[in-house]
């Protein structure tokens, strides 16, 4: 074999192999939803979604209560935890020494790999406990202690991706510093920040371990942020362990529809991204 064609044989065999491995990536959640779709697609219906959950080993019923939970949690999560998520963010990247900085950046990784069970018993040390009953606002908030860590590293980077000739002909022209950053800064970088924060949500959306230590969950409307509240993957996991077949189809409905809402966001946040390009006439 000539070294022409050897080399073309290694670069085809290459591309096999790459072609291989982006496969075996995509080959697990391919694997889910046909799963996910394939057992619970049946108990979607109308039911699911306007119904309360019926009495214990009682067919029929629905999630509707732990559908508006999730949104209220993700609500009270990005309430809190967005405006203290970017404004880190604009002091690390516009304010902050390089060695204050440095710590920030560190211990803010190193929050990002806390496991959220941990972020739950914490959160019900210091909310439940004094509180003396879970509640939405415990939920909400150990939501987003997971998410500000996150969204204040996206931040940061995005808002060092706005070149600096912006900050300083803003300067130039007399605009004091924190306009120049609300005005210019943020607006420059406003696409990447909403992508960041939508991502974090996604990131949040599935958890079930905080919420059973703070949200505990809720088989009945929630009248009050005081009160227990039900959520998406609380009530799947109440379901999945629980020894009624009815139940467990409606958990699969569950897990499906909570699988979409995470790919709604994600398809967001590619819609936002995505380069567009204008064609000169």
Same mark, same amino acid.
């Given at each position: ?9 290694? +670069? ?10 982006? $496969? ?20 979607? +219906? ?18 509707? +209560? ?97 070149? +600096? ?93 909570? $699988? ?22």
């Amino acid at each position: 074999m000539t070294t022409h064609h050897w080399r073309k044989f290694k +670069n085809v065999a290459m591309q096999a192999i790459t072609f291989a491995c982006a $496969l075996l990536v995509i080959l697990p959640l391919a694997l889910v939803f046909y799963h996910v779709v394939k057992s619970g697609i049946g108990a979607v +219906n109308w039911d699911f979604f306007t119904k309360l959950p019926k009495p214990v080993g009682e067919a029929g019923g629905g999630m509707v +209560n732990a559908i508006v939970g999730t949104f209220a949690l993700l609500g009270l999560a990005a309430f809190i935890g967005v405006p203290v998520g970017v404004l880190g963010g604009v002091y690390l990247s516009e304010y902050g020494g390089r060695r204050v900085s440095w710590w920030i950046r560190f211990m803010a990784d190193i929050l990002n790999g806390v496991p959220s069970i941990i972020w739950g018993i914490v959160v019900y040390a210091l909310v439940v406990v004094p509180m003396k009953g879970f509640s939405a606002w415990a939920g909400g908030i150990v939501l987003a202690m997971i998410i500000v860590p996150l969204i204040m590293r996206t931040s940061e980077e995005v808002l060092q991706l706005v070149p +600096n000739g912006y900050r300083e002909a803003a300067l130039a022209l007399g605009i004091v510093r924190w306009r120049a950053i609300v005005q210019i800064v943020g607006r420059t970088a406003l696409k990447g920040i909403v992508t960041g924060v939508l991502l974090a949500l996604a990131r949040v959306a599935g958890e079930t371990a905080p919420l059973l230590f703070t949200a505990f969950g809720n088989r009945f409307w929630a009248h009050s942020l005081s009160q227990p509240i039900a959520a998406l993957p609380l009530q799947i996991f109440s379901y999945a362990i629980s020894p009624y077949d009815d139940w467990h189809r409606q958990a699969w409905a569950g897990a499906l529809v909570l $699988l979409l809402l995470v790919t709604l966001i994600n398809v967001s946040v590619r819609v936002l991204t995505r380069e567009r390009f204008v064609k000169s006439a």
